[in-house]
């Protein structure tokens, strides 16, 4: 079996390449620094690699991840979140190859306490999240076999420090006091977790056809960006670390390009009864948070 991987030097892409490995033949695809490149802004040149390569599987962990910058390159996150994704989506379903595809909480708009289901009316609230709505809806109009897979706040202390946890742990050790939100709820989800879970979905959906469309993974449990800030702040203290406190603000008193939704729960049954995996079992936000602070080099 073949398997594509597209976006293979991004935070998930890294943990794909491991999770993805034993599966069958992995071939790399990245914006560069790969064997076979693929701009997302060029949606042709995407769907070329798709036509080269025939692969069984494609797995598209690539994505335009800026949420504030989208709001003033529109187009630009449409091409690489919607248009590219969409092309793929096309070429897969003339292979009949499966599509793994990766979206977003940001397809809601926020409202009510209750996680969201996967069948729960969209309304994104900024281009972002209206971007991956777009790809998420090209890639079920194509008719191509697919997995969906929407996950909240992932992060890694593998990437380039582009992530929440990774940023504030640097900016407690340099000393500054943070100022972060206490009414935007979800669960940050290790780059890890959302690999090897949806490396299961894929093998699962191999062989079982009822298995596919849209699946919301995240790691369990719940919590405010200020929440894991804290967790942060005392896993640097109990490493001998002085860190300041951090101050909880209303997202009305830290404005943004992109306007953000205060619900980010997601509702995870679907692929815990795919999976086989009871909720008690179901791994949650804040020990790998820990592990990873502890497992951090100093400084």
């Known amino acids: 079996?073949?398997?594509?991987?597209?976006?293979?030097?991004?935070?998930?892409?890294?943990?794909?390449?491991?999770?993805?490995?034993?599966?069958?033949?992995?071939?790399?695809?990245?914006?560069?620094?790969?064997?076979?490149?693929?701009?997302?802004?060029?949606?042709?040149?995407?769907?070329?690699?798709?036509?080269?390569?025939?692969?069984?599987?494609?797995?598209?962990?690539?994505?335009?991840?800026?949420?504030?910058?989208?709001?003033?390159?529109?187009?630009?996150?449409?091409?690489?979140?919607?248009?590219?994704?969409?092309?793929?989506?096309?070429?897969?379903?003339?292979?009949?190859?499966?599509?793994?595809?990766?979206?977003?909480?940001?397809?809601?708009?926020?409202?009510?306490?209750?996680?969201?289901?996967?069948?729960?009316?969209?309304?994104?609230?900024?281009?972002?999240?209206?971007?991956?709505?777009?790809?998420?809806?090209?890639?079920?109009?194509?008719?191509?076999?697919?997995?969906?897979?929407?996950?909240?706040?992932?992060?890694?202390p593998r990437g380039k420090g582009g992530n929440f946890v990774a940023t504030v742990r640097a900016r407690l050790l340099a000393g500054q006091t943070l100022r972060v939100v206490d009414d935007q709820i979800g669960a940050p989800t290790p780059a890890a977790l959302v690999a090897d879970l949806s490396t299961q979905l894929l093998q699962r959906s191999l062989t079982d056809g009822a298995v596919g469309g849209i699946c919301h993974l995240a790691a369990g449990g719940e919590t405010s960006w200020h929440g894991v800030a804290c967790v942060i702040a005392e896993a640097l203290r109990a490493r001998g670390h002085v860190v300041p406190e951090v101050q909880a603000v209303p997202s009305a008193a830290y404005p943004q390009a992109a306007p953000r939704p205060l619900n980010s729960r997601l509702d995870c049954s679907r692929l815990r009864r795919a999976l086989g995996i009871n909720a008690a079992d179901w791994p949650q936000w804040q020990p790998p948070i820990v592990q990873a602070i502890a497992g951090w080099p100093a400084g």
């Open 1 to 156: 079996m073949k398997i594509l991987l597209f976006g293979a030097t991004g935070q998930v892409g890294i943990e794909l390449q491991r999770s993805l490995s034993g599966l069958g033949e992995l071939v790399i695809c990245a914006r560069s620094g790969a064997r076979w490149p693929a701009d997302f802004d060029r949606p042709a040149e995407v769907a070329q690699v798709v036509r080269a390569l025939r692969p069984d599987v494609i797995v598209n962990a690539a994505a335009w991840a800026a949420v504030d910058a989208a709001q003033a390159h529109a187009e630009a996150a449409f091409r690489v979140n919607a248009a590219s994704p969409g092309a793929i989506a096309v070429e897969a379903h003339k292979i009949d190859a499966l599509l793994l595809h990766y979206s977003s909480d940001y397809v809601f708009d926020g409202s009510g306490q209750r996680p969201w289901r996967e069948d729960d009316p969209t309304g994104p609230l900024n281009v972002y999240g209206a971007a991956k709505l777009a790809g998420e809806q090209m890639i079920r109009a194509s008719g191509c076999r697919h997995l969906i897979v929407r996950t909240s706040g992932v992060w890694s």
